[in-house]
């Protein structure tokens, strides 16, 4: 799968779709549907909506008292302790879930965290590339044998317009030897996101296993923006003067509901059967941003798209390889 898939659909939603509109008539009965971070924003709306058309979840989570409480109003689903930043406890949710014996239908990698101050974790990787990255390199690949067994997996990689903050640095992946800057880092470990769908494609593809990188939209009434100060949101026209969020989902500024709409329609809409390894938002596929372009829009310009460096084969393959030596070093 090259850029070149880049072709938007004309899928009959748009920007301000919902969720719940984008399931209506797909049933998920006897679906298994692993969601993380699926205890928060646009997480738990995900998850929510997986469970409305009859999927059984599974929440791993940091916080597993927190998870049950958000989720005791989704009868059935599981909770099951796991920290991205923590390898030992990714490997233990993911031999548990093999252990049952299920397959899995559905992946959703969407947690994440935005922007933080430098952190490292406990093998001195960079926090937001480890846990928005590495974390879920891991867990995917441990649960690659549920998801062939699935005969017809999906896995959704939550990215982000942040993609435009940074590329990979292969040089100095982990801020060892440059500046850290929170949005750089962030927008890096996007980056790896989007790059991350690319690869599970080609990877799967032939043991049914299609990938697909989501931009939510702007969503400010989550738990990510706790790093941003409101006054940089207000600036940016998300917050209005009494820090209430604006709604506009033609600029990117979106509900939760929304903001899940393209996970979900990943996730499950059969007019992505067949196709793979894309960059969505918006509901569908995102247009490749033009190389003259690029430049105005990775400066802020709105429109839907995704740069070329997101959903480059190339720096897909590379960033697995590199991936892999992490996760095993
Ligand atoms: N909101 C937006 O505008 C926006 C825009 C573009 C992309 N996204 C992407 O969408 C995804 C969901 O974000 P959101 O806005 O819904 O934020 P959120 O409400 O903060 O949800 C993020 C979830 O990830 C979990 N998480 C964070 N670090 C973790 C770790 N080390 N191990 C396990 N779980 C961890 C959080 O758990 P805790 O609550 O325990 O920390 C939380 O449940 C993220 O990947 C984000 O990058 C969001």
């Keep these: 799968m090259t850029s070149t898939a880049q072709q938007p659909l004309n899928s009959g939603f748009g920007a301000a779709s919902t969720a719940e509109e984008v399931i209506k008539g797909i049933d998920l009965t006897g679906k298994v549907a692993i969601v993380t971070g699926g205890y928060s924003g646009i997480g738990l709306e995900t998850a929510r909506v997986l469970h409305g058309a ?28 796991m920290d991205l930043l923590d390898p030992a406890s990714i490997d233990a949710f993911a031999e548990k879930f093999l252990a049952s014996g299920r397959p899995l239908h559905l992946l959703v990698n969407n947690a994440g965290i935005m922007a933080t101050p430098l952190a490292r974790d406990a093998r001195g990787y960079e926090a937001q590339f480890a846990a928005n990255h590495l974390g879920h390199f891991q867990l995917t690949t441990k649960l690659w044998p549920a998801l062939v067994a699935a005969q017809g997996a999906r896995v959704v990689v939550l990215s982000s317009r942040g993609i435009r903050f940074a590329g990979i640095d292969f040089d100095d992946v982990q801020f060892e030897h440059r500046k850290y800057e929170p949005f750089l880092a962030y927008g890096q470990s996007k980056t790896a996101n989007a790059l991350f769908a690319v690869e599970v494609d080609r990877r799967g593809q032939a043991q049914g296993i299609r ?47 929304q903001g899940a709409a393209t996970s ?19 509901v569908d596929i995102s247009p490749l941003v033009a ?7 990775a400066g802020g310009d709105t429109t839907p798209g995704v740069l070329s460096r997101a959903v480059d084969p190339e720096a897909a393959a590379r960033l697995w390889e590199v991936s892999e030596q992490l996760v095993t070093a």
């Design 54 to 81: 009859g999927a059984h979840i599974v929440v791993p989570a940091r916080d597993v008292e927190r998870a049950r409480t958000a989720l005791a109003v989704l009868p059935g689903t599981e909770v099951e302790h």
């Design 211 to 257: 990938a697909f990188a989501v931009h939510p939209g702007l969503i400010v009434d989550t738990g990510l923006v706790k790093h941003i100060d409101p006054a940089a949101l207000q600036a940016a026209g998300a917050l209005d003067s009494e820090g209430k969020p604006i709604r506009d989902p033609e600029r990117q500024l979106k509900t939760v509901q």
């Design 264 to 282: 979900v329609w990943c996730a499950t809409n059969p007019q992505l059967d067949g196709l793979g390894g894309v960059y969505c938002e918006n």
């Design 291 to 297: 190389p003259e372009n690029e430049a105005a829009w």
